[in-house]
């Protein structure tokens, strides 16, 4: 396990007892270790949070700019957290590295940057489960919070697959079967390697494959470009909601591809 | 059931009987007039499968509100697009456009010249331009056309040889503007597709 520098596991440690602590991407499982001694109450802020206008952002960042991160910084202005936790390495982007300097010179309260280089594989159960998809990924952003390997599902015969990020708006996974199995960072994100690029690199040649990367995100070239490798592939991107046109796509992509939508 | 009635036609939206329910549709607004929906983009792959005999090609719809495309390799779906939000209402505009100045479209010559257009609303600005600077309105309106048509087959991925579906299929200076070799297959491409669908839940 990679260490936190000893300022980071100073701020970390001096978080006051069970407070409402923020998170951003992976950070290394010391920390979340030391989240959990402190007993911290855990805030996913790359999840939409609170019910708020997104155009709340255009104060602080571009309009044209990551669906995640625009999230991440309307949760953080408007819920009553004690501190954020936030992973800028190379397991996230170099846009978080820029938003958490914004954040910190906007927030009253500490902004506590990491750089996750954690490299012991917890494994993939979850990805290669069936599940519902939605489901699943809810289970894999969860996971990450876990500093122990949780119970493992039984794994199912791959009937389709999604390559990329847990999207803004989960219900751009609804139209696919429990039989998909998941890669890219999703699979990082379970492995708790977030910096892994050779595992977000893997992928299913044998299967339909949809390889999602959010709008504006520096990960399309990567999806586009291993889309333009797979035999079977759709490339998709998307920005804050997964409309009509999205939805169709992936539907008319599994479909044409002869994808049953029957749970295996 | 007479031929006559199992042609093709097209029924203007507020001539439809009201409260009327289809068994089988397609399009923006089919869902709500209809018991089984099929998506547009899988009934426009299903038309194309049935129409066109290449085992490699690219099927372009341009309609009134966006435009979709398929495309082909070895007889398998191979890519995919829709774009309803920046190619939304060029269909629409091509059309408004041509009642508007009186145009008959299929007395204009390409022009030489072209504007950038992304979308079909905001690229009007351009002809309001152009006619302020002393073009005539049937020449600005011309490349207003030829812009959407050079924008849509791009979005297409540029292929040498494109089919095209849909009500622009009809609009010789837009079919002449793409600078491709063209197929247009008409407007009922997708209705095509319906009928393949409904066939197969027949058979099923």
Not at chain 2, 171 to 181: D, G, K, R, T
Request: glycine share 8%; net charge negative; proline share 6%.
């Amino acid at each position: 396990m990679a260490l936190l520098n000893k300022n980071n596991q100073k701020l970390i440690h001096n978080l006051p007892l069970g407070g409402n602590i923020g998170i951003v991407g992976v950070p290394p499982l010391q920390a979340f270790t030391i989240l959990h001694e402190r007993q911290a109450i855990i805030n996913d802020l790359d999840e939409p949070l609170v019910h708020k206008n997104m155009e709340e952002t255009i104060g602080y960042l571009p309009r044209v700019y990551c669906a995640i991160l625009r999230t991440v910084l309307l949760n953080s202005l408007h819920m009553k957290l004690d501190a954020i936790v936030m992973d800028v390495g190379p397991g996230k982007c170099d846009c978080a590295l820029h938003v958490a300097t914004i954040m910190s010179d906007t927030l009253s309260i500490p902004v506590i940057t990491t750089r996750n280089m954690d490299d012991e594989n917890f494994g993939t159960p979850l990805c290669r489960a069936e599940i519902p998809l939605s489901k699943k990924m809810s289970q894999i952003t969860a996971s990450i919070q876990d500093p122990t390997p949780a119970p493992a599902p039984t794994s199912c015969q791959p009937t389709a697959g999604f390559w990329g990020v847990p999207p803004r708006d989960f219900s751009l996974l609804d139209s696919f079967p429990a039989t998909t199995h998941v890669y890219g960072w999703a699979r990082c994100m379970e492995n708790k390697t977030p910096a892994n690029l050779a595992l977000e690199l893997h992928y299913n040649p044998t299967i339909p494959t949809v390889f999602f990367a959010q709008a504006f995100c520096a990960k399309t070239a990567l999806a586009k470009h291993l889309a333009s490798r797979h035999p079977r592939s759709l490339f998709l991107d998307a920005d804050v909601t997964a409309g009509n046109s999205v939805q169709a796509k992936i539907q008319a992509f599994l479909e044409l591809s002869g994808v049953s939508l029957d749970p295996c | 059931m007479s031929l006559a009635e199992t042609e093709p036609r097209i029924m203007a939206s507020k001539e439809r009987p009201a409260h009327q329910q289809v068994d089988i549709g397609t399009g923006h607004n089919g869902k709500r007039y209809c018991h089984h929906y099929v998506n547009e983009l899988t009934a426009l792959a299903r038309g194309g499968e049935a129409l066109i005999t290449d085992k490699n090609y690219v099927l372009l719809d341009c309609g009134s509100r966006d435009i979709k495309f398929v495309r082909y390799e070895n007889g398998k779906i191979a890519d995919m697009g829709w774009n309803a939000e920046c190619g939304a209402s060029m269909g629409f505009t091509i059309e408004l456009l041509g009642h508007y100045y009186d145009i008959d479209y299929s007395t204009l010559a390409v022009p030489h010249r072209t504007f950038n257009v992304i979308c079909g609303v905001l690229g009007m600005s351009h002809i309001f331009d152009a006619i302020t600077n002393g073009a005539s309105e049937a020449e600005a309106v011309a490349r207003f056309v030829k812009g959407i048509a050079i924008n849509a087959f791009r979005f297409a991925g540029s292929p040498a040889k494109i089919y095209l579906s849909g009500g622009l299929c009809a609009n010789p200076l837009f079919v002449n503007s793409i600078p491709a070799e063209t197929i247009p297959l008409g407007r009922f491409v997708l209705l095509k597709g319906l009928e393949l669908y409904a066939l197969q839940q027949d058979n099923q």
